[in-house]
C-alpha cells in the first residue's frame, strides 16, 4: 500500500477511534506517569518570591479559598502545592472561605496537610468558617477579625485558640492567599488591598487567571498562579526544593493534556494532507 493510499485510508478513520486514541494518551499518564517537567514561568517564579517574602516576615497567613466540585481537577492542585510550601516552612495559616461548597473539601485537605506535616489544628493551622457577606467581612477583617468571625469552624473561640492570639485584624499576618474560581480575588483588591494596604497572592483557574493580569501588573496582586499549566509548574519547583518527594496531579494532567495534543495534531496533519493529496489526484484526473 502506497503513501496515497494509506493516507487516504486514514481520512476515512471512524471517529470513534480518534476518541478513543484520545482517551489512552490522557489516562496513560495516571496509569504509568510520564516524566514531564514545565518550565516555572516569569509569574510563578513572582509568585513564588512573594510568598517566600511573607513567610520569612513570620507572621501568620491568611488563606482563602473560594473553588467548588465543577473546578476541583484544576484548582486542587494548585491549593496543596502551596500548602505544601506554606507548611513546610512551618508557618502558620487561617484559613477561611466565603464559598459554602468549599467548607467540606477544605476540611479533607486540611486532615491530610495535618497528617502529612504533622501539623496540629489550633496552633499550626486554623479553619474560621464560611461568611456570607464578603465585601463586608473582606474590609471589617482589616481592623477587626473578631467582630466576623466570632469562633472557628469547630465552634472554639477565637480567644482560646493559641494561632489566634496575636491574629487580630488583616495586618497581623503577612499576607493574604486567595485561591478561587470565581472573582472574589478582585473583591480582595477593592475591600482589603486599597483600603488596608495588605499583601495579596492570587490562585485562580487558567480561564480567570487573564482577568487578574492588570492588577498584577499594577501591584495590586503580589503573585498570580494560572491554572493547572502553573500549579504543574509549582509543582515542578517543590520536587527541586526536597518538599516533595514525587509529581502530583498538576505535573501528571500536564502529560495528560501535552499528549492528547499531540494526538489531535496528529490526526489534523494526516487529516489535511489526504485532503490535499485527494484533490491534487482527482484534478490530475480531470485533465487528462
Not at 496552633?123 to 461568611?131: H, S
Not at 488583616?170 to 494596604?197: C, E, T
Not at 492588570?214 to 494560572?226: A, D, F, K, S
Request: hydrophobic share 45%; proline share 4%; aromatic share 10%.
Amino acid at each position: 500500500m502506497d503513501a496515497r493510499a494509506l493516507l487516504g485510508r486514514l481520512s476515512r478513520l471512524d471517529r470513534r477511534a480518534v476518541f478513543a486514541a484520545v482517551a489512552v494518551v490522557v489516562v496513560l499518564p495516571f496509569l504509568s506517569p510520564v516524566e514531564m517537567r514545565a518550565e516555572p514561568s516569569r509569574e510563578t517564579l513572582a509568585f513564588d518570591a512573594a510568598l517566600e517574602r511573607a513567610i520569612g516576615e513570620g507572621k501568620p497567613l491568611l488563606v482563602g479559598v473560594d473553588f467548588g466540585p465543577q473546578t476541583v481537577a484544576e484548582m486542587e492542585p494548585l491549593l496543596l502545592a502551596v500548602l505544601d510550601r506554606v507548611f513546610a516552612a512551618r508557618c502558620k495559616v487561617v484559613f477561611i472561605t466565603f464559598m459554602t461548597e468549599a467548607s467540606s473539601p477544605l476540611r479533607r485537605y486540611l486532615e491530610r496537610m495535618e497528617e502529612r506535616h504533622g501539623l496540629e489544628y489550633g496552633v499550626d493551622y486554623v479553619f474560621l468558617g464560611y461568611a456570607s457577606a464578603y465585601a463586608y467581612t473582606m474590609y471589617g477583617m482589616g481592623t477587626n477579625i473578631g467582630a466576623y468571625f466570632h469562633s472557628d469552624d469547630r465552634g472554639t473561640k477565637l480567644a482560646e485558640l493559641p494561632i489566634m492570639r496575636g491574629v487580630k485584624s488583616l495586618k497581623d499576618v503577612s499576607a493574604v492567599i486567595d485561591v478561587a474560581s470565581n472573582s472574589m480575588p478582585r473583591f480582595w483588591v477593592q475591600y482589603a488591598v486599597a483600603p488596608h494596604g495588605i499583601d495579596l497572592l492570587v490562585g485562580a483557574t487558567a480561564v480567570n487567571a487573564t482577568d487578574y493580569y492588570p492588577y498584577l501588573q499594577t501591584g495590586q496582586i503580589r503573585g498570580l498562579l494560572g491554572g493547572g499549566r502553573a500549579a504543574a509548574e509549582y509543582e515542578g519547583i517543590l520536587l527541586e526544593r526536597g518538599i516533595r518527594k514525587e509529581p502530583g496531579d498538576a505535573t501528571r494532567g500536564l502529560g495528560s493534556q501535552s499528549l492528547a495534543l499531540a494526538v489531535i495534531l496528529a490526526f489534523i496533519v494526516i487529516g489535511n494532507a489526504a485532503y490535499f493529496l485527494g484533490r491534487a489526484g482527482r484534478a490530475k484526473g480531470a485533465t487528462r
